[in-house]
């Protein structure tokens, strides 16, 4: 359990105010926005007021099966839409999180801002009307990479390809097979 800040707790009493923040982090920089029409800054990052940043689609959580997320960005800076245009080697795979912050104080500030989601970019793409511009991104979840499980196995040759001075599984293949003989029970006491 996550201890709370007196602060904190007074505005979570007082009905706080809510934003969501998003960020993705591409090799070339990051976008960060929240869903107020003002600037909020988080953990020294400065997430730009969007006014009302687009549509994020709920995840509904269920055992055993992992949600992506959907979300819209309502278009903005030419620097979004350049990412958006730009080609799958700087979008798929760059890192997203999604926060929930807590806000309060005159002006207002975040005062936590635990995540709600983390993943990664899948695909973004830029919808237009004529009046105006959004991006629409789709991002699957970091959990994902638990269901793809890993090529090595419990071997020494695999465990001194990740740490050459680890000796610990050098000795397995020639147990194998091989008794354990445990002294009786006697031999404790002496």
């Not at 923040?21 to 997430?47: E, H, K």
């Not at 000795?171 to 445990?182: G, H």
């Amino acid at each position: 359990m996550k201890a709370t800040s007196t602060a904190l707790q007074t505005a979570l009493a007082n009905g706080p105010a809510l934003a969501q923040l998003v960020l993705i982090i591409f090799p070339s920089g990051q976008i960060a926005v929240n869903t107020s029409s003002f600037d909020l800054d988080w953990l020294g990052i400065t997430y730009k007021g969007a006014g009302g940043l687009g549509s994020i689609v709920a995840i509904h959580d269920q055992p055993g099966e992992i949600q992506g997320v959907q979300f819209e960005l309502n278009g903005g800076p030419s620097a979004f839409i350049s990412l958006a245009l730009d080609e799958a080697n700087e979008v798929q795979g760059s890192p997203v999180v999604l926060r929930t912050a807590i806000l309060s104080g005159e002006p207002l500030a975040v005062i936590d801002a635990p995540v709600e989601w983390i993943g990664s970019c899948d695909t973004m793409s830029i919808t237009e009307d004529g009046t105006r511009a959004s991006i629409s991104v789709t991002a699957e979840s970091k959990a994902v990479a638990l269901l793809r499980g890993t090529p090595l196995t419990y071997s020494d040759a695999d465990q001194k390809s990740i740490d050459p001075a680890d000796r610990a599984f050098e000795y397995v293949i020639d147990q194998t097979n091989k008794p354990i003989i445990w002294p009786k029970r006697e031999w404790f006491y002496q």
